[in-house]
């Protein structure tokens, strides 16, 4: 069956300073490594085509461009980034009525490459796949995933030359923090107020002006922080051109769940401060809405009352997190309606395991079975954190459904990347079908819930993608 997409494009409608128009730049043999035919039907696409997910057709009603922004790396600000290596083909409206980017990811260079090459190769192009969709399938907004395609080219990395890929990567849109600073820093109000007005009517039709905006996008963003915090995940890169307008996870780089927990566990390899480690996330996540504070202020007259509502937005965003993690950590642990006297009994457990080093995922997996205790050192300390937490009578069912059996591990992933490399898909597709059953995984893929063992531990995350 030929391909259909149903584009209905805005971006693209929106006056030139906000993108650059242009195609993808052809490989020279599109091949299906993945196809995510769920989510295809869920955007209305019938059939497919590696050719236009390789980018060598631009398919009917496409309005294919790579979008300007800028942002804070590592908190220092960068005047200009944008699509570097990605191109909108354009947008669809999905079967709920949510309209949704399509967008290739490693699809060429742009006049936004900078230094790069505007390709991917194929080790992050299946990691951000699998990931995207691990998270999907645990309840986290994210952008997703609906092709990888090889491109029979090398990419050329540190690690000498690699073969090539292409995502297509499926995002309620691709507005960033940094889409918002970019007009802002060059004081280009005008393109600001645009922005706005879109960025409102798109996400949060129901914020009132700018201000409104900033007060919606620090909620969704509390809730996305304690999200990731209650499943162990790392983002790794928080720079402001990776933080959505919509709530969406996106921009899955050197991230990574946590095997053994520790507040402090970094990743990337990039990251030699420990700025985006795991526990300063949610001061991050606040950060970044400072940012967009700082920007949406350009479009208000009376600008000193504007800082002060601004500010006062931001300062709550803690409060939001904090309820947030509360709600979902109490549900860890069976809470239905945690209170916030229940934060020392979840503390006291988050610190055994930090001491034992206990794995995260299966540790709170394990609560309430016999099995809990093995994955403690100090038996007596967590006997007695048992004891205190049985007298709250936790929920198993409100258990089940916060603790994931399976997360997307480390040394699987690089495992599947090996094997892919080498030709053979079969682990990426195992994989996959595990991670999207977190909650109710068949016993079948017990082998996948394992830790990593000594030799296994995959210590760090490459930005090299
Ligand atoms: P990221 O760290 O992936 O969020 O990317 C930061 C910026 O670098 C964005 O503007 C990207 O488009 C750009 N970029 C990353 N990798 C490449 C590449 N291989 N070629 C061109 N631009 C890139
Ligand atoms: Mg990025």
């Not at 599947?416 to 030709?423: K, S």
Request: proline fraction near 7%.
């Amino acid at each position: 069956m030929s391909l259909h997409i149903p584009f209905d494009n805005s971006y693209a409608t929106l006056p030139d300073a906000f993108y650059t128009r242009l195609h993808p730049t052809p490989v020279r043999a599109a091949d299906t490594l993945a196809w995510n035919a769920a989510l295809a039907a869920d955007l209305g696409i019938t059939g497919q085509d590696p050719a236009v997910f390789a980018g060598n057709t631009v398919p009917d009603g496409a309005a294919p461009l790579a979008q300007l922004y800028s942002g804070h790396q590592f908190g220092s600000y960068n005047p200009q980034l944008g699509d570097g290596r990605a191109i909108l083909l354009g947008e669809v409206i999905d079967q709920t009525g949510v309209r949704r980017d399509i967008q290739l990811k490693g699809s060429g260079p742009t006049p936004y490459s900078r230094m790069g090459d505007g390709r991917a190769w194929l080790g992050p192009v299946l990691r951000e796949y699998v990931v995207s969709e691990a998270m999907h399938a645990l309840g986290i907004p994210t952008t997703r995933a609906l092709a990888a395609i090889a491109t029979g080219e090398p990419v050329l990395r540190e690690q000498g030359p690699l073969p090539g890929a292409v995502l297509t990567r499926v995002a309620a849109s691709h507005l960033r923090v940094g889409t918002f600073q970019i007009f802002a820093h060059r004081g280009h109000i005008d393109e600001l107020r645009t922005l706005t007005d879109y960025a409102i009517a798109r996400h949060h039709p129901e914020a009132d002006g700018p201000l409104g905006l900033l007060a919606a996008v620090c909620q969704v963003q509390a809730e996305l922080v304690a999200a990731w915090m209650s499943v162990g995940f790392i983002h790794g890169v928080m720079n402001t051109d990776n933080c959505t307008v919509s709530g969406e996870t996106i921009d899955y780089g050197p991230c990574a769940f946590m095997d053994a927990y520790h507040e402090g566990r970094v990743f990337s390899s990039i990251d030699q401060m420990g700025r985006y480690a795991y526990g300063n996330q949610p001061r991050i996540a606040v950060w970044n809405m400072a940012q967009l504070a700082t920007a949406l202020i350009q479009l208000m007259d009376d600008k000193d009352a504007a800082i002060e509502q601004a500010t006062a937005i931001v300062h709550a965003m803690p409060g939001q997190v904090q309820a947030a993690w509360l709600r979902r950590f109490g549900a860890k642990i069976g809470l239905t309606e945690p209170r916030a006297e229940d934060q020392p009994l979840i503390e006291g457990l988050l610190a055994l395991m930090q001491a034992d080093g206990a794995d995260f995922t299966n540790a709170f997996a394990a609560l309430g079975t016999d099995a809990a205790r093995d994955h403690f050192v100090d038996r007596d300390a967590f006997d007695a954190w048992e004891d205190k937490w049985r007298k709250l009578k936790p929920d198993a069912e409100v258990m089940a459904r916060a603790n994931p059996q399976i997360i997307p591990r480390n040394h699987r992933i690089e495992e599947m990347i090996e094997a892919a490399v080498g030709g053979d898909m079969d682990p990426f597709k195992r994989l996959m079908d595990a991670l999207s059953q977190p909650y109710d995984l068949p016993a079948t893929f017990d082998d996948l819930r394992r830790p990593p063992t000594q030799d296994e531990v995959v210590p760090a995350t490459f930005c090299g993608t």
